[in-house]
C-alpha cells in the first residue's frame, strides 16, 4: 500500500513540473546565437529575426571621400563659352552675375566655392564653338542639340585625368538634361575607380534625371549625392555648399 501511494506521489510531481515547464515559454525572451562575433540577439514572443536587425548596407550617396583624394572641378557654364558683348547687362541676363566687375556664370560661382571649400583644381567645359549671348537663343539651340543626340567639339583638355580621385561635374540644368557638350566630356574620359561628385544650377526643376544620366553612363564610378542650386540664388549659396560637403565628410 505505502508503495503505491509513493508512486502516485511520484507522478503529480513530474506532471506538475512538466506543467510550469509548459508555462514559462510563452512570457521569456527566446534568444538567438549569431554566427561569429555577434551578439546574442533576443526575439521576443519567438518572432523570427526582423532584417532591419542587420547591418545597413553601405550607401554610396553618403560615403565620405577620403581627406587626401587629388580632386578635379569640372564644370560648364555660358560663361567662358560665350562671347558676350563688353556692355552686357548680368542683371537683367539669366545665369550672369558680375562679381568684383567680372562677368561670373552661376555653375562657375558655385564652382568657386567647392574650391574655396575643398581645394582642387578648376577645369572649364569648354566648346570649339561659341553659344550665342542670347539666353533664349541658347535654350532653343540647347534643346534642338538635345534633340539631335550631338556631340560638341570641346577646346579644352584634361591631360592627366588619371591623376584624380574626385571629380565634380558642374552644369545648369538644360531641358531637364545634361547640355550636350557635359556629355561629350563624360564620354572622353574612363572614370572607373573614381568618385564623382555632381552640382546644378537651375531654374527651379532641381536635378530633374540628371543624377541617374550620371550613374548609368558612369558604372565604373562612384557617384554620390549632388547639390542643385538655383540660379538665382547662387551668389549667396556659400553656406549650402559647405554643409552639403560636410555631409559627404571633405572639409580643406
Known amino acids: 500500500m505505502k508503495k503505491a501511494i509513493l508512486l ?7 506532471l506538475s513540473l512538466a506543467a510550469c515547464g509548459n508555462n514559462s ?10 554566427p561569429g562575433n555577434a551578439s546574442a540577439i533576443p526575439i521576443e514572443n519567438n518572432m523570427p529575426v526582423n532584417a532591419s536587425a542587420n547591418p545597413a548596407e553601405n550607401n554610396n550617396a553618403t560615403q565620405p571621400v577620403p581627406s587626401d583624394q587629388k580632386i578635379l572641378i569640372a564644370y560648364f557654364s555660358r560663361v567662358g563659352n560665350t562671347d558676350f558683348d563688353a556692355n552686357v547687362d548680368a542683371i537683367t541676363s539669366a545665369s550672369l552675375n558680375l562679381q568684383d566687375g567680372v562677368l561670373a556664370g552661376n555653375t ?4 568657386d566655392m567647392i574650391q574655396d571649400t575643398v581645394g582642387g583644381d578648376l577645369f572649364l567645359i569648354e566648346t570649339a564653338n561659341k553659344f550665342p549671348a542670347d539666353y533664349d537663343t541658347v535654350l532653343d539651340l540647347g534643346q534642338q542639340q538635345q534633340q539631335e543626340n550631338a556631340r560638341l567639339e570641346l577646346s579644352a583638355h584634361v591631360e592627366n585625368m588619371e591623376d584624380y580621385d574626385t571629380v565634380f561635374i558642374g552644369f ?5 538634361d545634361l547640355p550636350m557638350a557635359v556629355y561629350t566630356f563624360l564620354e572622353e574620359y574612363d572614370f572607373s575607380g573614381k568618385t564623382v561628385i555632381p552640382f546644378s544650377t537651375h531654374g527651379g526643376s532641381g ?3 540628371n543624377e541617374q544620366t550620371l550613374k ?3 558604372t565604373g564610378a562612384t ?3 549632388g547639390l542643385a ?3 538665382g540664388d547662387a551668389i549667396d549659396a556659400q553656406r549650402d555648399v559647405e554643409e552639403w560637403l560636410g555631409q559627404l565628410g571633405m572639409s580643406n
Open 172 to 176: 545648369p540644368n538644360w531641358w531637364s
Open 229 to 231: 542650386v538655383r540660379g
Open 223 to 225: 557617384v554620390l549625392d
Open 207 to 209: 536635378f530633374s534625371r
Open 25 to 34: 515559454s510563452d512570457d521569456s525572451n527566446t534568444v538567438i546565437n549569431m
Open 216 to 218: 548609368r553612363m558612369l
Open 8 to 14: 502516485f506521489l511520484v507522478s503529480l510531481l513530474v
Open 108 to 111: 562657375e560661382i558655385i564652382a
